[in-house]
């Protein structure tokens, strides 16, 4: 099993441009969550999804937009990147909420100049 | 939001020594959860707590959710450089679809 994949590992951006972060899992997970980190410091909760058709936001969604079309896979989107963005994206999953372990994908590190 | 509030936010010890981490909130969850995540890799589930006054051990580590399950604590003993990463701690509502992360512990350890 593959678990839960990211792309790409790193991306360099400039103000004002626009790119779609990738996340798919192989689980079968319903719950799946986009968060950032900041360098020294712990995960931001971006969006999140409870299943396929259904995305809500988190504590930091401003910026950023998803979707979920699929069980497996929900894309980050970011439109006119600004510098506050630079930061390390990790999408997870989980098979429910609260208790359950959540499953990391590596990570994407961000640059925006 | 609720918050979770992470001490000490740095730690530096030598091998050998024993620690404890704390995770503190005024809110109360249905469960708490421990992560460990090392440089240039995603956070891993360490333990998730779930009883007021729980007490889960992990070969050297030993973990305790509050009675009131507002607080949780992480002890290690005799730490080794293996224990060296960000410990994250993780809290949960009841009956909601997502869980608050704390900002977390960086712990390293000296041989």
């Known amino acids: 099993n593959a678990g839960v994949t990211q792309t790409p590992k790193f991306r360099i951006l400039k103000i004002g441009q626009s790119m779609t972060l990738q996340c798919t899992q192989d689980m079968n997970h319903n719950y799946m969550y986009w968060y950032r980190q900041d360098p020294g410091m712990g995960l931001k909760l971006i969006y999140y999804s409870v299943g396929a058709g259904i995305t809500d936001k988190g504590e930091v969604p401003n910026g950023y937009n998803v979707s979920r079309s699929t069980t497996e896979d929900f894309p980050l989107r970011l439109e006119l990147a600004a510098p506050s963005q630079t930061s390390v994206y990790f999408c997870?999953?989980?098979?429910?909420?609260?208790?359950?372990?959540?499953?990391f994908g590596p990570g994407t590190r961000l640059t925006v100049t | 939001t609720q918050l979770l509030e992470q001490s000490p936010q740095f730690l530096s010890i030598q091998e050998g020594e024993n620690l404890t981490v704390y995770c503190n909130s005024s809110?109360?969850?249905?469960?708490l959860q421990w992560y460990r995540q090392e440089p240039g890799e995603g956070p891993v589930l360490l333990v998730t707590?779930?009883?007021?006054?729980e007490v889960k051990k992990l070969k050297r580590l030993t973990f305790q959710f509050g009675d009131a399950r507002k607080d949780s604590s992480l002890h290690i003993t005799a730490a080794q450089p293996g224990d060296t990463g960000l410990y994250l701690c993780?809290?949960?509502?009841?009956?909601?679809?997502?869980?608050?992360f704390g900002d977390g512990t960086t712990l390293t350890v000296k041989p």
């Open positions: 993780a809290g949960a509502e009841a009956n909601a679809g997502k869980s608050t």
């Open positions: 997870a999953s989980s098979y429910q909420s609260g208790a359950y372990e959540q499953y």
């Open positions: 707590v779930v009883t007021g006054g």
């Open positions: 809110s109360v969850f249905s469960s």
